[in-house]
């Protein structure tokens, strides 16, 4: 890979009841684009697009899943109302497994799946695909790694703008609150993990990686190529697990997006 790894979205779990009203929720802070059922027939998401090309997807479960599978899905036991995840992507041309390949080489417990298609139908009927690969732990059983300290990859098999079309209909990234994008993801991660987690980074971005790795900050490209904010990805050393989202908009503070999730914007 020559270049920096793009930010695709950011994950936020949300009950079936609160996808279904969640345009009268955050209306006065956010339009909300239509997005679909997923494939796997177990949840549907609601899409809020920005002009950097980053997004925020809201994701629920059907309240009619079987509960042993919606257990097994990697977030069906996550806190609803958190950010739970979050995704890099690669334009079509660019290979992931030479990212995949030199994760594995850094002999950590931290490895990436093979790429499995994903899909998911718009609401105007359109269908998407993409290759996903989620990261796991090696050492644990089943074989899991807790969603959001390591990025899962999203890699589009239909074009991007069917998935995400922030520039085709860029009314739905003029926003009541003037936020534009992304700035920054804060991990909060158990410290006896940051040794390892800070060698999977190195091999994901590889030579494009920072020179200094003490501070645990790597940079990150938007799809739009915009250069307005932070674009930063830093790890820090906690007792408790989260992710913390910082937006860039034209006044700084911070905003309650749901009961309980608090979003900077700087």
Request: hydrophobic share 35%.
């Amino acid at each position: 890979m020559s270049r920096l790894p793009t930010l695709d979205h950011i994950v936020i779990l949300v009950s079936h009841y609160t996808l279904m009203g969640l345009s009268d929720r955050i209306q006065h802070l956010f339009i909300v684009a239509p997005g679909g059922n997923h494939a796997d027939g177990l949840t549907s998401n609601k899409l809020v697009l920005f002009q950097d090309g980053v997004y925020i997807e809201f994701i629920a479960f059907f309240d009619d899943v079987d509960p042993d599978r919606r257990s097994k899905h990697r977030w069906g036991n996550l806190k609803e109302n958190t950010i739970i995840d979050w995704a890099f992507t690669f334009p079509p041309d660019d290979d992931f497994g030479a990212i995949k390949q030199r994760v594995q080489d850094a002999k950590t417990s931290f490895l990436y799946e093979e790429p499995a298609l994903w899909g998911r139908k718009r609401t105007d009927g359109t269908m998407l695909e993409w290759t996903l690969s989620a990261p796991t732990d090696a050492d644990a059983l089943p074989n899991a790694l807790s969603p959001g300290r390591l990025p899962f990859w999203c890699l589009d098999k239909t074009p991007r703008e069917l998935r995400v079309p922030y520039a085709v209909e860029p009314h739905l990234t003029q926003h009541p609150s003037g936020v534009q994008g992304v700035s920054s993801l804060s991990l909060s991660v158990p410290v006896r993990e940051i040794s390892d987690l800070t060698e999977v980074y190195g091999a994901i971005y590889g030579s494009c990686g920072p020179a200094d790795l003490a501070d645990r900050v790597w940079p990150y490209e938007v799809p739009s190529g915009s250069i307005a904010g932070r674009h930063t990805i830093t790890l820090l050393g906690s007792t408790e697990t989260s992710i913390t989202l910082t937006l860039g908009g034209p006044s700084p503070g911070q905003i309650e997006l749901l009961s309980g999730l608090t979003i900077d914007i700087e």
